[in-house]
Every structure is written in structure tokens, then in C-alpha cells.
């Protein structure tokens, strides 16, 4: 649990909660990321002018409506006998806000009841819906948290389509946790250092962060994170510590040269400047190649940015070491991006699981004989990891599987797999906050 929401006045509450209607609509109505929509709101939009903790309570309370948003769609099926009405304009997230606030982040019900029939102010067409709402919300406070004990957390929460996959690869017990790691108030911040040395001590003392066994920092809370000590100096960059993983499986990449093939932000490549390698980072996207770029110059590392589609970009040689980071469904960072599972579709997953295969491919043709291809994705789905390594290992009879072992790799003792690729899942480092789902291969082409 983490300290209830009080926000700084009354008028501040309701701002504040105007501020998060609109978020639920731009991420539930029109898809975009949270973390996109609260820097628009910071920039231009009315949140900008609140006080620091109440914007953030503001993000909190769609945060928690979005990891809680099967079950909140329960509890008010089962008190509106009707449904939600037609054509009932904002009703619907005004009432999920409003039962976010009772059931999961215990504000009382007077202030919950009545900053939820304020907002029709705003919304004067939908005026009509103020009994219904004051009548919906006080009954979810007296007789909701019952209810909610009826329920089956993950499978209310997960999309259906996805809770069957997950099943099906991970089994129920796993999928629970999962959810509920994932559900948890807030989520730890992993840190990669550039360089493990004495002053990376003295940091993790002033950060009061935990070394974790795969390498990163990981501090359980913590304030901005451009204000944090080392930032500036650009000593670490915010990386999860399950995406600091695949790298590690390239080996000593010192002085080799390193095709880094879907490159953007950058977790990756700055880990291979770091290491001394000779990196070669590909984006697709010039916007994000700018970040790269500036994530550079913070911590001081090099690598060559070239903007180009990994499909087809000509770099006139081949590479005896490449990193294919693809891009991906990102299932495996609902724990960071609540929104992702409510945003995604069956054809998403077959969308990506396509373009990875075929990257997959483009990756190899780049590689030399006898060189190293570590190949990941951050999602969960098996479309996007497993399935796709039978058809490529048989049209690439001179690639391998190069497995991961623990007598080489103690450390990634919990994410081994029976053929030496690693899985990694937000229910596993649980009682430390859980880490990023993950996929990684490594393949050699054997000369
Ligand atoms: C999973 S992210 C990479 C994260 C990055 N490796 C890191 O560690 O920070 C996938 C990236 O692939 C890029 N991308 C998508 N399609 C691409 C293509 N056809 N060619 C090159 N890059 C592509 C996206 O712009 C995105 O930056």
C-alpha cells in the first residue's frame, strides 16, 4: 500500500480528476500511451498548472483504473442491471474513475460520489446522468468491496484473448502473479551503470538502491529521475533490469564491431559503448535516433547512428556480433505500461510476430561466419519468442541455438529454458517489484 490520495484543496481534487478523465479517454479512446499523454497535459493541457503531487495523484488514479479495468467493468455490470446506457458520452470512465478511487485507493466515498457528479459540469449534454452516477458510485461504496472478493483478478483484467495465451504458456498460478505483480501501487526503477566501479558504489549508497544478481540497480522509490544524483554526470541510464539481459549474452564485445539493428532509445547500445565496443545502432525512426543521440552525449559513449530500415539498409559489410532488440507487442512491460494490454489485438501480435520473423532473417543474411546473434523481444506472447525459432533454425541449417548455461551464467539461473534461450516474467524477483517480460535467443553461424 502506498500513502492514500489527499489532494491540496477541493478545487485541486477536481482538477485534478478532470485531468484524469481526460488521460483515460486519450489512452481507452484513443490509444495513446499514458506516459504521451501526461507530457501533453504537462506541456500545454490544464494538469500543468496543479501542484506537483496532485498531477501526480491525477496519473495515479488512471494508472490504477487501468490495471484494475476488467474488475471495475464487473463491479459496475453488476450494479447497473441495464448497463451503461447509449450514447452516455464520458458516464462510463467518470463511473471507472470513480470506482478506482473506492475500491482501490480507498478515498472516501463523499468526495469520490461528489467530484464524480461535478464533472457533468463540464459535460453539461450528459447533465441527465448525474442520479444515475451518485446512485451507481454510492452503492459500489457500500456494497463493492465485497463484490470485488468474487473476483478473478487476472482473468477480469486480462483481455480474454490474452489471458488464454498466457495460460496456455505459463499456467494459472504464474498468470496470477503476474497480474498481481503487476498491479502492484508503483514500480521499482532499475539502473544500468556504465561503468562497475567505486564511484558506482558511492552512488548506490546516495540512491539507497539494491544491486541486483543480473547487474543493475534497482531503487524501490524514488523522485525525478533527471534530478536523481549520477543523472547529469550521466554515470546510469533507466534501463529494466530483465532488458539489460540480452546484451550480457553477446560476451566480451570489446573492440568488435556490434550491429545494434532496432537501436532506439538506446538501453542497448550505450551498454555495448560501455562494454568497448564498436557499435553500429540502427533506427527506423529519426525522432528516436535524436534520443539515442542525446542519451549519448549524457553519459559520454559513441556509437555510429544510422537512420535505416533493418530490412533493407545496405551496410556493404557483414558483422561478427549483431543485437536484434525487434519491435514487439511490449506485453511484457505491463508492469510499466498498464495501457498496453487494453490497446493491443490478436492482429497486433500476428502483425509483429511477422515482422520479427522476417527481421529475424535480415539479421542473419548481416552475420559472418562463426559470429554471434542475440535475438529478443519484450513481450510475452510465444507468437513473438519460441514459435518463431523452429522455421528459421530449419531455412538457416548453419545457424544454431547457442545456449545459455548456468555454470556460465549463475546469475541467469531463473530464466534459463530447457534449450538454453532465456524467458523472463514480472512475477519472477516478485517480493523485489518483479522485472520486465522478456524473450532472448542466441544463435551462432557456424562457418
Ligand atoms: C524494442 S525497440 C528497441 C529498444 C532499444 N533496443 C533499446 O534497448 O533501447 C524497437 C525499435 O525498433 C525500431 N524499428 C521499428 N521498425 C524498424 C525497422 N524496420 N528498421 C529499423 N528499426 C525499426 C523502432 O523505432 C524502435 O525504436
Redesign the pocket.
Known amino acids: 500500500m502506498t500513502d492514500p490520495i489527499s489532494f491540496s484543496s477541493r478545487k485541486a481534487g477536481m482538477a485534478a480528476r478532470e485531468g484524469a478523465l481526460r488521460l483515460t479517454h486519450a489512452v481507452l479512446n484513443d490509444k495513446k500511451m499514458l506516459d504521451e499523454a501526461y507530457q501533453a497535459e504537462l506541456e500545454n493541457g490544464p494538469l500543468r498548472k496543479l501542484p506537483g503531487n496532485d498531477r501526480a495523484f491525477a496519473k495515479r488514479i488512471v494508472i490504477t483504473l487501468l490495471q484494475h479495468l476488467g474488475e471495475i467493468d464487473q463491479i459496475l455490470a453488476s450494479f447497473m442491471d441495464r448497463g451503461i446506457p447509449k450514447k452516455s458520452g464520458p458516464l462510463r470512465n467518470i463511473l471507472r474513475l470513480g470506482v478506482a478511487e473506492l475500491l482501490f485507493l480507498q478515498v472516501p466515498s463523499h468526495a469520490v460520489v461528489d467530484s464524480a457528479v461535478t464533472h457533468f459540469r463540464t459535460w453539461k449534454k450528459y447533465a441527465g446522468f448525474k442520479g444515475l452516477t451518485n446512485a451507481v458510485l454510492r452503492q459500489v461504496s457500500q456494497k463493492g468491496a465485497e463484490r470485488l472478493k468474487e473476483i478473478d483478478t487476472a482473468k477480469a483484467n486480462l483481455p480474454d484473448w490474452l489471458y488464454q495465451d498466457w495460460l496456455k504458456s505459463y499456467g494459472k498460478d504464474e498468470v496470477d502473479q503476474m497480474v498481481e505483480v503487476s498491479n502492484a501501487p508503483s514500480t521499482p526503477l532499475d539502473l544500468s551503470f556504465k561503468a562497475n566501479d567505486e564511484n558506482a558504489q558511492k552512488l548506490a549508497e546516495v540512491l539507497e538502491g539494491q544491486w541486483l544478481e543480473t547487474g543493475s540497480l534497482r531503487l524501490a522509490s524514488h523522485g525525478k529521475v533527471d534530478e536523481l544524483e549520477g543523472f547529469e554526470s550521466g554515470e546510469w541510464w533507466v534501463q529494466d533490469t530483465a532488458?539489460s539481459l540480452p546484451v550480457k549474452l553477446l560476451g566480451d564485445v570489446k573492440d568488435t564491431e556490434v550491429l545494434d539493428?532496432?537501436?532506439?532509445?538506446?538501453?542497448?547500445t550505450m551498454q555495448l559503448a560501455a562494454l568497448g565496443a564498436d557499435v553500429t545502432a540502427?533506427?527506423?525512426?529519426g525522432k528516436?535516433l535524436q534520443r539515442i543521440q542525446k542519451n549519448l552525449d549524457r553519459t559520454k559513449l559513441e556509437a555510429k547512428l544510422v537512420q535505416g530500415?533493418?530490412?533493407k539498409h545496405k551496410f556493404g559489410k557483414l558483422f561478427p556480433a549483431i543485437l536484434l532488440?525487434a519491435?514487439?507487442s511490449a506485453t511484457g512491460t505491463m508492469r510499466r505500461h498498464p495501457e498496453l494490454i487494453h490497446q493491443r489485438s490478436p492482429a497486433d501480435i500476428a502483425h509483429f510476430a511477422k515482422l520479427q520473423a522476417r527481421m529475424l532473417r535480415r539479421a542473419a543474411d548481416l552475420l559472418d561466419d562463426n559470429g554471434v546473434l542475440v535475438f529478443c523481444t519484450?513481450s510475452l506472447q510465444a507468437a513473438e519468442g519460441p514459435d518463431l525459432i523452429p522455421d528459421f533454425l530449419m531455412e538457416y541449417p548453419d545457424f544454431g541455438i547457442d545456449p545459455v548455461e548456468e555454470k556460465n551464467h549463475p546469475e541467469f539461473a531463473p530464466f534459463i529454458q530447457s534449450d538454453g534461450s532465456l524467458r523472463t516474467r514480472p512475477d519472477q524477483m516478485a517480493e523485489l517489484g518483479g522485472l520486465d517480460g522478456f524473450y532472448i535467443i542466441r544463435f551462432r553461424k557456424y562457418a
Open positions: 532488458a539493428l532496432c537501436a532506439a532509445p538506446g538501453g542497448k540502427l533506427d527506423l525512426s528516436r530500415d533493418a530490412l532488440d519491435p514487439c519484450c
